[in-house]
């Protein structure tokens, strides 16, 4: 039945009530919650099993890059969810209940290093579903400019909770032990219930039909499938930096001489600097005809992880390098590493999704080679951890490869990319 007030007034001649927006803010609110979750499940936890069980590289690059394999699974799957419960709002609901769930059941598991391991499979195959789902209730129904600024809103979200959250990680695990799983379910049970209660944040078909795709002009259409392609081609990449940098960060000898709490206040680095980035690409739309700043940043991405991962006083044996002027060092080179990654990051989320009208499949793509990134290069190092164990210089070198692969895949396809005629 329709609501009274959408009825004109029968003496009134005046233009229909414009329809009411739909709010996003419990979108944002979700994802907010659940970078709380995943950030201290998938990322403070290799802090967890080096504080209390004392795992190496090898063990956390191993607990990396399973993840990695469930995450993709669960990316690819997110769209059949979505479809299964009628929608991404009830498909939402479902996903955050269960999560709650495993946190606790992660919880219960936390003194068994393999039953931990096999509740944080269960928690990352799950929480991968809800990434795409949110990303699509974010954009859908949006015009290219709207969509820029509601990913760039995105994007602020989720990388301020998750640089907080893993800044005060270390902290939590020394003092709270329990906390690690704890939070993460009040998290995901709060986000269950702000979707049960938000029934109007679904869009609607008239929101769809007011912004249906329009093919842009040959040129930026040219421009904008490259900047998808060399996005998508380094996105991987960026998280092979990310969890095998998370993996061996513990065993760093600069992390060594501090406690979780210190260590993760300093590791939190790169990812306030990625903030800082969504921050200058949310306000500004240059970049969205500039694809060899993807090119770019996928290069400098390389030169930065390695300087993050290996001291001056490596390089300079001898020469009386300080602890501080170590430290100082790779903050440094965090700020730089987080900056890039940003620009990637972004990149990839928008061009992937104005191409494809905010659609949950793309949504799926994109965090599905997140998990990739996940399983190259924690996989890769931990391989070249069983030939040289404990041995940092082999992991960088390993993930060094790989980064170097992708840079050189990005070079191919702009290559390509430039000599083909524009249609």
């Keep these: 039945m329709t609501h009274p007030s959408t009825i004109a007034d029968s003496g009134s001649m005046g233009p229909p009530a414009p329809a009411r927006r739909r709010p996003l803010w419990p979108a944002y609110a979700c994802e907010s919650f659940s970078s709380v979750g995943t950030t201290l499940l998938q990322v403070g936890i290799f802090f967890y099993t080096r504080h209390y069980f004392g795992w190496g590289m090898r063990e956390n690059f191993l607990l990396a890059c399973g993840q990695g394999a469930v995450y993709v699974a669960g990316s690819l799957a997110a769209a059949r969810v979505v479809e299964r419960f009628g929608g991404r709002r009830q498909g939402l609901v479902v996903i955050y209940s269960v999560l709650t769930i495993v946190s606790l059941l992660a919880l219960a598991a936390a003194r068994s290093p393999c039953m931990l391991v096999v509740a944080l ?13 949110v990303e699509s209730l974010v954009t859908a129904g949006a015009d290219a400019h709207a969509m820029s600024h509601r990913v760039g809103m995105y994007n602020l979200v989720w990388s301020s909770t998750n640089a907080l959250t893993f800044a005060a990680s270390g902290s939590v695990i020394e003092h709270w032990r329990a906390g690690l799983f704890v939070v993460p379910a009040i998290a995901h049970a709060l986000s269950a219930a702000l979707m049960i209660a938000c029934r109007s944040v679904e869009p609607t078909a008239a929101e769809a039909a007011a912004h249906a795709h329009v093919e842009p002009e040959p040129e930026l259409l040219r421009k904008r499938t490259l900047a998808m392609w060399l996005a998508r081609i380094s996105l991987p990449a960026t998280y092979v930096v990310v969890y095998s940098l998370m993996a061996m960060m513990p065993s760093l000898p600069v992390m060594r001489r501090l406690d979780p709490g210190a260590a993760t206040l300093v590791g939190s680095a790169w990812m306030a600097a990625r903030f800082g980035v969504f ?19 996928a290069a400098v991405m390389l030169v930065a992880f390695i300087g993050v991962t290996v001291r001056p006083s490596d390089f300079f044996p001898g020469a009386g390098v300080s602890y501080a002027t170590d430290l100082a060092a790779m903050v440094a080179w965090q700020v730089l590493l987080g900056c890039v990654m940003g620009v990637i990051y972004a990149g990839s989320l928008y061009f992937g999704m104005v191409l494809s009208s905010g659609s949950t499949e793309h949504g799926g793509y994109h965090e599905a080679l997140i998990g990739l990134g996940s399983i190259l290069g924690p996989g890769t190092a931990a391989l070249a951890q069983w030939r040289w164990p404990d041995d940092v210089r082999a992991g960088v070198i390993a993930v060094s490869g790989v980064i170097g692969l992708s840079v050189a895949a990005a070079v191919v396809a702009s290559v390509r990319a430039a000599r083909r005629p524009t249609p």
Excluded: E, F, K, Q
């Design 279 to 297: 921050i200058a690409l949310g306000v500004t739309r240059w970049w969205h005809t500039r694809p060899s700043l993807l090119l770019a940043s």
């Design 121 to 133: 499979m269960a928690h990352t195959l799950i929480a991968a579903g809800n990434w795409p789902a």
